[in-house]
């Protein structure tokens, strides 16, 4: 039931299990919690995997954001020059050229806030790139220190790392 439910109810229990993701959510929590080390490992490989997934996901979005940008302010221009173009061999009326250019530029406004976006974005995806990269180091602590075999050691490294987040987390914020 509780898979039915987590999925939104619209695919069987089998489709969910077989989703890759939820494969490695599973596996990791039949990990025995006396496992440390493995546990450590496995939720280290899980959060490089999802940030392969949120780099392969910005990418293509990125891409879709410049190359829409770039097109629509290509067309904005086209729609000025041809307008400008009518207007000269043509001899047509004025009102021709003004609503012509008008669109273009219009077109090309709309151009420019996707190239903002394509921009915005690129800023976002450095910051979060940070934080999840941050995360990731500390997942990798994690996965190290919790192969340490002697408790007090391993306990020392891990109260060492804590202290070492906590006075980050202050530096940052200050």
């Known amino acids: ?11 069987s229990p089998d489709r969910w299990l077989r989703d890759p993701r939820n494969n490695q959510e599973k596996e ?10 493995l546990r450590a ?3 280290f490989r899980m959060n490089q995997k999802e940030l392969m997934r949120y780099y392969d996901m910005n990418l293509a979005q990125t891409k879709f954001l410049s190359g829409l940008g770039i097109m629509m ?6 729609i000025v020059v041809a307008s400008l173009y009518m207007y000269m061999s043509l001899d047509t009326d004025k009102i021709l050229l003004f609503v012509g250019s008008f669109s273009g530029i219009i077109v090309d406004f709309i151009g420019a806030i996707f190239i903002k976006m394509y ?8 910051k979060f790139h940070a934080k999840f990269a ?3 180091n500390l997942l990798l602590a994690n996965s190290i220190a919790n192969k ?11 109260s060492e790392i804590s202290k070492r987040i906590i006075s980050v987390e202050k530096d940052m914020k200050d």
Not at 73 to 78: A, M
Not at 119 to 126: F, G, R
Not at 148 to 158: A, C, M, S, W
């Open 1 to 11: 039931m509780a898979l039915i439910l987590r999925n939104g109810g619209s695919q």
């Open 28 to 37: 990791f929590s039949e990990i025995n919690p006396e496992k440390r080390a």
């Open 41 to 43: 490992e496995k939720m």
């Open 73 to 78: 302010i290509l067309f904005g221009i086209l």
């Open 119 to 126: 921009t915005k974005n690129i800023e976002a995806a450095v």
């Open 134 to 136: 941050e995360s990731n």
């Open 148 to 158: 340490i075999e002697d408790e007090r050691l391993r306990e020392d490294t891990l």
